[in-house]
Structure formats: C-alpha cells, structure tokens
C-alpha cells in the first residue's frame, strides 16, 4: 500500500547541494572517505566531517552511522555501507534494504523530516541498477515513520529514468 503523506521525488543533482535535513552517504566500512558520492561529501562538507568520523570506529555493511552536515546545507549526514555486488545472490539485496531502513530510522532519531539518498552501490561496488532501485523504493514504502519527503537522488539520466519509471509503475512499491 502506499502511504499517501509520504513524498518521494526523483532529482538528478549533486546531493552535496540539497537542503535537506539529512543527506545519506554511500560510504565503505571505514567510514574515513572514498570515491564517489563519498568523496563528495567530505570534499563539500570540509575536514571537520573526517575528524567526527574517525570517532565512529567504522561501520559494518547494512548498517548506518550519523554525523553532523558541517560546510554542507543538509543538517545531518547519515554514513550508510552498501553491499559489495559479488555476481550473485550473497544476502546483497537484504544488506541493501537495510541501509535504507537503518538510515530512515537513525534520521527519525535526528527528528529529520526530509531525507535524501544516493543509488548506494550501484557506483564502485557494482550492484545492478535496476534490482538496486527496485529495493530502495520497496524499503522505503514499508517504512512508516516522521519523515515524509524522500528524495531519490540521481547522479545520471539512466538512474533517474530508472526511478521514474519505476515509481510510475508503481509494482517495486506493492511487491
Ligand atoms: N551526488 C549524487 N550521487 C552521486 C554523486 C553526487 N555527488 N557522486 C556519485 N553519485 P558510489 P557505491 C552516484 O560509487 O557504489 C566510495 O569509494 C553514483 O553515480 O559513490 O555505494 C566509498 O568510499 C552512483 O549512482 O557508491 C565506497 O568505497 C551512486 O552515487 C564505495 O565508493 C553510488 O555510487 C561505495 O560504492
């Protein structure tokens, strides 16, 4: 069923411009910077993000840590670790769920009513696109809780028409 007070939204962006009030990273377990979306994010948020995560002591896959947003616009960054695709069905999928559902509810904790998320692994650790889109918008329609505006952020026209036609036709939500 799809929660009618729940706007999601497909943008092709930067996610280090959006204000939002959390922006999630798709980090690696070391949770000290990357490529990518993660590269991106601690360029644009400054030093001082690095410094609050050397604090966290890394961060398993499937699981998410938060920190402050520091030089971004978005209040809070959610540090989430994707699955590495490894070719085949490795309990992939699950761990890609969860660092949707693990980043909702730490933003519910942060009081975030707005959040924004990359495609998590579909970059470096190759997860496909499309099962990867279909278990983000999935995760989150099952989730019920205080943030009402989820942002699905796309970094190229492939994943955003992915998205769209995805949440156009409506079944990764209901299945
Ligand atoms: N804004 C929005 N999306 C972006 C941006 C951006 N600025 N930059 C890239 N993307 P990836 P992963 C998209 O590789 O696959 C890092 O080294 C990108 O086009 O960033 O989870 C980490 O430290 C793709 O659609 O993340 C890890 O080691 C999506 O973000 C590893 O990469 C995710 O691609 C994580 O790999």
New binding site residues.
Partial sequence: MFDSTLQIEVVE????RLEVDVIVN???SSLL?????????HRAAGPELLDECRRLGGCDAGDAKATKGHRLPAKHVIHTV?PIWRGRDKGEPELLSSCYSRSLQLAEQLGARSIAF??????????PKIPAAQIAIKTVHQHRGKVKRVLF????RE?AEIYRSLLLDGTAANE
């Avoid at 495609?119 to 470096?124: D, M, V």
């Avoid at 952020?153 to 190229?156: A, G, I, S, T």
């Fill in positions: 962006a930067d996610i280090t798709a980090a690696n910077g990357g490529g990518g979306v993660d590269g991106a994010i994707g990359p495609a998590i692994s579909t970059g470096i650790y190759g997860f952020v796309c970094f190229d994943t």
